[in-house]
């Protein structure tokens, strides 16, 4: 992981204030990020008591197997899209004993981009037992800024919700 690790300090601290204030644990469902939202997570001492659980599941077979993605969703949507992510996302929450989840799927780069999916496409979700929400960006740069900006975009996105 790059030495920017350090910026999301704040950030995770804020979600283990809010989560450990609430009594609530998280989940994540990590494709394009590889883990790195679970290692940023987890670099803060005490994790534990509101972190449940991580899946990475880079490969579609792995969202299907370990997150309940229908693969219909995958073969009619692709694996960065709407329908997948909120899949996840609701995977993460039925496999876990998390309140919350987090899902990110993406283009990182450099290749496997077209033109209705650039590099950059990223689809995130975060999730309650009472709903899933979601959002794409399009993040600019190389393929470690890509993936930065994924997890910052997740911590942020979870943060507002909370």
């Known amino acids: 992981m790059p030495e920017c690790d350090d910026r999301y300090i704040p950030l995770v601290a804020a979600l283990a204030e809010r989560l450990t204030?609430?009594?609530e644990m998280l989940a994540t469902a990590e494709s394009c990020t590889g883990g790195w939202i679970a290692k940023v997570l987890t670099d803060r001492p005490g994790s534990s008591a509101w972190f449940d659980c991580g899946f990475v599941t880079y490969s579609n077979q792995a969202k299907e197997e370990m997150l309940g993605v229908p693969a219909d969703v995958i073969?009619?949507?692709?694996?960065?899209?709407?329908?997948?992510?909120v899949a996840m996302a609701a995977?993460?929450?039925a496999r876990s004993r998390a309140s919350w989840s987090m899902a990110v799927s993406g283009i990182a780069g450099p290749?496997?981009?077209?033109?209705?999916?650039?590099?950059?496409?990223?689809?995130?979700?975060?999730?309650?037992p009472e709903g899933v929400g979601s959002a794409c960006e399009h993040f600019p740069g190389d393929r470690n800024q890509v993936r930065a900006?994924?997890?910052e975009r997740?911590?942020?996105?979870?943060?507002?919700r909370l």
Do not use: D, F, Q
């Open 149 to 151: 900006a994924t997890v």
């Open 75 to 85: 073969a009619i949507h692709g694996a960065v899209s709407h329908e997948t992510v």
């Open 154 to 160: 997740a911590l942020r996105g979870l943060l507002e």
């Open 21 to 23: 204030r609430r009594g």
């Open 111 to 128: 290749g496997g981009g077209t033109p209705e999916k650039p590099v950059g496409t990223v689809w995130l979700a975060w999730g309650t």
């Open 91 to 93: 995977g993460a929450l």
